[in-house]
C-alpha cells in the first residue's frame, strides 16, 4: 500500500542521537518501496537542516517519489483545519498541509504524530499511526 | 545513451506487466531507476545506521510546535 512518509519518522532516523531500535524501525518504514513525499515534508525537514547536511539530506529525500502539489492546497487544508476546530481540535499547520495531500491522492499517512488521528477523525483521512522503538 | 540489454520474452512480458508500460525502452527504463533510488536510498540509511552520518535536528515535537506568541 503506498504510504506518505511523515517527517516525525524522516527526522527520527537521522537525527543525531536517535536510539538505534529507533533507527531500524524508521528505516524498515522509508525503505518501503512503496514509500512516497510531498513538498510539505520536504520543506519541514530541510527548513531546519544546518548547512553541511542539506545536500546529504536533499540527496536521501530525492530517492523517494515526490506526489503532486493540489493547486487548492491552501483552501482545502483551511476548511480541514476548520472542521478539526469544529470538533475540539487544532493540529499543527503543517500537519493540515501534509495531510490534505494525502486526501488529495487517497493514500495514507505513515506517522508517530498523533496530530493525525485528529485529523483522521474529522476527514477520510487513513492514519498509519505507529508508536516509536525502545 | 542507448545501451542493448538481454531479456527473455518471459521477462519482458513481466517487466511490461509491472510497469504498466507499453512500449519496451519506457519499461525497462522506469524499473532501473525505480531499482536506483532504492539502492541509493539504501546505501544512505545503512551509512546512517552505521553511524557514519546523523544530522543535528531537533525533536519533530519541537519542529511542530506553533508560534508561541
Known amino acids: 500500500m503506498i504510504s506518505m512518509i511523515d517527517s516525525s519518522i524522516w527526522v527520527d532516523c537521522v537525527r543525531t542521537g536517535s536510539p538505534e531500535p529507533l533507527r531500524r524501525q524508521t528505516k524498515t518504514l522509508i525503505m518501503n518501496p512503496d514509500s512516497v513525499i510531498c513538498e510539505p515534508v520536504w520543506f519541514e525537514l530541510l527548513r531546519a537542516v544546518p548547512r553541511r547536511d542539506r545536500a546529504r539530506t536533499e540527496a536521501l529525500l530525492s530517492t523517494v517519489p515526490l506526489l503532486s502539489t493540489p493547486t487548492d492546497l491552501w483552501l482545502t487544508a483551511r476548511t480541514l483545519g476548520q472542521k478539526c476546530v469544529d470538533a475540539g481540535a487544532l493540529p499543527p499547520a503543517i500537519d493540515l498541509l501534509i495531510a490534505q495531500v494525502c486526501l488529495h491522492h487517497k493514500i495514507q499517512i505513515t506517522t508517530f504524530d498523533a496530530h493525525f488521528q485528529q485529523i483522521g477523525k474529522v476527514s477520510a483521512l487513513q492514519v498509519n499511526f505507529l508508536t516509536r522503538a525502545r | ?69
Open chain 2, 1 to 69: 545513451m542507448k545501451v542493448t540489454v538481454e531479456l527473455s520474452d518471459e521477462e519482458l512480458r513481466e517487466i511490461l506487466r509491472i510497469t504498466r508500460e507499453k512500449r519496451k525502452g519506457a519499461a525497462i527504463r522506469q524499473l532501473a531507476l525505480e531499482a536506483l533510488m532504492l539502492k541509493k536510498r539504501r546505501e544512505l540509511l545503512d551509512e546512517a545506521e552505521a553511524g557514519k552520518w546523523s544530522i543535528d535536528l531537533p525533536p519533530i515535537e519541537r519542529l511542530r510546535e506553533d508560534r508561541k506568541l
